[in-house]
């Protein structure tokens, strides 16, 4: 059973699956923050797209002057010449959209106008199967572009109990650099790791992922909902420290006696720093 979270009060982002797992090159946390903020504007009961004020403060904060002026215009820019791509799973199709027809800042009321592209309306209107709901205030407490992406990714999922996901497809989806495709440690450390910390800290979604391999090579990622298999991942983490830290305490103990008898100074007997604190701390509770 997927490990479901508490319905959260605020505002609700609503879009449909497809959007979620589309490609989109994105330069920035305020783009993605953008998109999520006028998603929330769109009512369950609107027919068209409209224009939706967004205060430049929900965007990039308190900031004001010159610089916050090139930046909001940065963002626009961004978000004017870049496209979404929703691929076809089933054959080599694909539908390009642009995101906003129209998107201007009024630096009288320090807002951001924005509507979003009339071919989009199927992706946000009307939605009644095969779309994903997320808290917007968790959403704007993710603080890197890949964390914002994974988590509209998951989300899109995370009514079933887990989903495997062809590497390809993940690295398509986040829109990752070269480099991350040629080494997995990069992109585990730089994406799957901090993604992981980052959504299951600052939002109520949690899971555990896994990589799938065929041979020696990284083929897909298993990400799962699961209570149970939450549980038991969190409590075979706990087993480890605990077999760990005995470990450890058992060597310092070593030594401790080794020093003991040996008279020599315990940095110069176990250059291991652990043990060695550990030692030492069982030296100063020596009567």
Same mark, same amino acid.
């Given at each position: 059973?997927?490990?479901?979270?508490?319905?959260?009060?605020?505002?609700?982002?609503?879009?449909?699956?497809?959007?979620?797992?589309?490609?989109?090159?994105?330069?920035?946390?305020?783009?993605?923050?953008?998109?999520?903020?006028?998603?929330?504007?769109?009512?369950?009961?609107?027919?068209?797209?409209?224009?939706?004020?967004?205060?430049?403060?929900?965007?990039? *904060?308190?900031? $004001?002057?010159?610089?916050?002026? %090139?930046?909001?215009?940065? +963002?626009?820019?961004?978000?004017?010449? /870049?496209? !979404?791509?929703?691929?076809?799973?089933?054959?080599?199709?694909?539908?390009?959209?642009?995101?906003?027809?129209?998107?201007?800042?009024?630096?009288?009321?320090?807002?951001?106008?924005?509507?979003?592209?009339?071919?989009?309306?199927?992706?946000?209107?009307?939605?009644?199967?095969?779309?994903?709901?997320?808290?917007?205030?968790?959403?704007?407490?993710?603080?890197?572009?890949?964390?914002?992406?994974?988590?509209?990714?998951?989300?899109?999922?995370?009514?079933?109990?887990?989903?495997?996901?062809?590497?390809?497809?993940?690295?398509?989806?986040?829109?990752?650099?070269?480099?991350?495709?040629?080494?997995? *440690?990069?992109? $585990?450390?730089?994406?799957?790791? %901090?993604?992981?910390?980052? +959504?299951?800290?600052?939002?109520?979604? /949690?899971? !555990?992922?896994?990589?799938?391999?065929?041979?020696?090579?990284?083929?897909?990622?298993?990400?799962?909902?699961?209570?149970?298999?939450?549980?038991?991942?969190?409590?075979?983490?706990?087993?480890?420290?605990?077999?760990?830290?005995?470990?450890?305490?058992?060597?310092?103990?070593?030594?401790?006696?080794?020093?003991?008898?040996?008279?020599?100074?315990?940095?110069?007997?176990?250059?291991?720093?652990?043990?060695?604190?550990?030692?030492?701390?069982?030296?100063?509770?020596?009567?």
């Amino acid at each position: 059973m997927a490990a479901k979270q508490l319905p959260l009060p605020g505002e609700i982002v609503k879009k449909s699956n497809a959007l979620c797992r589309a490609r989109w090159e994105v330069d920035s946390l305020y783009e993605p923050r953008l998109v999520a903020l006028t998603a929330s504007k769109v009512k369950r009961s609107d027919l068209d797209f409209q224009e939706y004020e967004i205060p430049l403060q929900d965007i990039i *904060g308190d900031a $004001r002057g010159g610089k916050t002026y %090139k930046i909001v215009e940065s +963002i626009i820019d961004n978000l004017m010449s /870049k496209v !979404i791509t929703i691929r076809d799973k089933n054959s080599a199709s694909f539908i390009k959209y642009n995101i906003f027809s129209k998107c201007a800042y009024d630096s009288v009321k320090n807002v951001v106008i924005a509507r979003f592209d009339p071919d989009l309306k199927p992706h946000f209107l009307g939605l009644k199967e095969k779309f994903t709901e997320y808290s917007l205030l968790e959403f704007l407490k993710l603080p890197s572009i890949y964390s914002q992406r994974l988590y509209e990714i998951l989300k899109s999922w995370d009514d079933v109990d887990h989903v495997t996901i062809p590497i390809s497809d993940l690295h398509e989806m986040l829109s990752t650099p070269i480099s991350m495709r040629k080494t997995f *440690g990069e992109f $585990r450390r730089r994406v799957l790791d %901090k993604a992981y910390d980052d +959504i299951t800290k600052r939002t109520g979604l /949690k899971y !555990i992922w896994a990589p799938i391999k065929s041979g020696r090579n990284i083929v897909a990622v298993s990400f799962s909902f699961s209570l149970q298999s939450i549980e038991e991942k969190e409590a075979k983490f706990d087993e480890q420290k605990r077999k760990q830290s005995n470990v450890a305490f058992k060597e310092a103990i070593s030594c401790w006696q080794l020093k003991g008898t040996k008279g020599t100074a315990c940095n110069e007997f176990n250059p291991k720093k652990e043990k060695c604190q550990l030692c030492q701390k069982i030296l100063q509770g020596k009567p």
